[in-house]
């Protein structure tokens, strides 16, 4: 630990998030940016159940552990294994040091974490893992990657963010939420409001006359409204939905397809519980998210200035040493107090809607409804 303190602190990112939001071509992306600009980079494997690695990495968990091995080994199924993995890497941390020691120069490091979401919002392995790497000089900044497809459904934006906030709240890292694949965010349908309604997270309660629809572009004249259809035995409610923009004006017929945005028992149950969730999420107020498509390089830009600012990578050797190492301390932790809670900048957000959304044609239901926010 002394010998690496002596050069100084290393910086790098814990790239997280759930499943397929693009943790690993984050990393490779954000490595090939960095290269390109002379910032040396190395890129860690950390998730066992990678075992055919689209991009070439700098060290490689399935070296140590592979979920394969573990699940045959000790009869677990898929999850169980990735927490036995997890817990074996903490076990094992010496291995993870060696190698990070032996990494030539001092690269700045992006760990690719598994996507499993029990692991952050209810295991320890990782966040023992994390503050490991911490004591032994590894400045890092979690960066949590949430696919922008949830947005075109409001329950799941809401238990997106829910799941954003917790593992803030547990993993007490610096922490940079990003809405990934921003470039295919209306592939699943319209949003109801503009893009910033979503990065900002500060008013998250207007999604509710939404819940449960499939896309979040309702007409919500109809918050409220009693569904015609009945109730199924399972308390679900058979309804026939009005033409929507999705299905082209044809409507459907079933509850579960259509959501639960009918007057059924589980419906008004499901819209308590989201009304309960964003009350919390609002309480809180600490989500926000900065869109990304890695394929973008302003998009990466702006992600990593506040990455950067996060993790102090942006003070250099001679700031820090000007404030020596409990100044340094202090004027972290309110830089990354400051980027935890960073709105991005909404007209920024905008740049970004003007290149990926279809903004054209969109009725007074739509848009305008939060630019009066
Ligand atoms: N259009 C678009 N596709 C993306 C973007 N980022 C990632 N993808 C695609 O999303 C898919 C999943 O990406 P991965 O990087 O494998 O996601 P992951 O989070 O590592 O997935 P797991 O490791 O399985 O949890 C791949 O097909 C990527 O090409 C993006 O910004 N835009
Ligand atoms: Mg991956």
Redesign the pocket.
């Known amino acids: 630990m002394k010998r690496n303190l002596i050069h100084g602190p290393r910086f790098g990112q814990a ?1 997280i ?13 954000i490595a090939r940016f960095l290269s390109a600009r002379g910032r040396p980079v190395a890129v860690v494997n950390l ?1 066992p ?2 075992d055919k690695l ?1 991009f070439p990495v700098d060290i490689d968990v399935s070296e140590l552990v592979n979920l394969a091995d573990v699940m045959e080994t000790h009869n677990l199924g898929p999850n169980g294994g990735l927490v036995y993995c997890m817990d074996y890497l903490e076990q094992n941390f010496d291995w993870l040091l060696e190698r990070l020691e032996a990494l030539q120069g001092r690269r700045y490091v992006l760990f ?1 974490f ?3 979401v029990e692991l952050y919002t209810h295991g320890e392995a990782v966040q023992r893992l994390l503050q490991r790497l911490e004591k032994w000089g590894c400045r890092l900044t979690a960066v949590h ?1 949430v ?1 922008a497809h949830h947005c075109s459904d409001a329950g799941k934006f809401i238990s997106a963010v829910l799941i954003s906030l917790t593992t803030m709240v547990r993993l007490e890292l610096p922490h940079v939420n990003v809405l ?5 965010v209306e592939s699943y349908g319209r949003l109801a409001f503009d893009l910033n309604f979503y990065t900002d997270v500060v008013d998250v309660q207007r999604l509710l006359p939404y819940v449960g629809t499939r896309s979040t572009y309702k007409d919500p004249g109809r918050e409220g409204e009693e569904g015609g259809g009945r109730e199924d035995e399972n308390g679900w409610e058979e309804e026939v939905r009005e033409g929507s923009i999705e299905d082209g004006g044809e409507g459907k017929r079933d509850g579960r397809e259509a959501g639960t945005s009918g007057g059924g028992r589980f419906a008004r149950r499901y819209r308590k519980l989201n009304e309960a969730l964003c009350e919390l999420i609002e309480d809180f107020s600490l989500v926000a998210f900065h869109p ?5 390089a302003d ?1 990466i830009e702006r992600v990593l200035a506040v990455v950067d600012k996060c993790n102090g990578y942006l003070l250099g050797a001679e700031e820090r040493a000007l404030v020596g190492r409990e100044g340094e301390a202090a004027l972290l932790s309110t830089l990354s107090g400051l980027a935890f809670r960073a709105q991005p900048d909404a007209d920024r957000v905008k740049d970004v809607q003007d290149r990926y959304m279809d903004i054209e044609d969109r009725d007074e239901n739509s848009l305008s409804k939060n630019k009066a926010r």
């Open positions: 790239v998030g759930p499943p397929g939001a693009g943790k690993t071509t984050y990393c490779h992306g998730d159940a990678n689209p690719d598994p996507g499993q990657l696919d990934s694949k921003v470039d295919l990304l498509n890695i394929q973008d998009c």
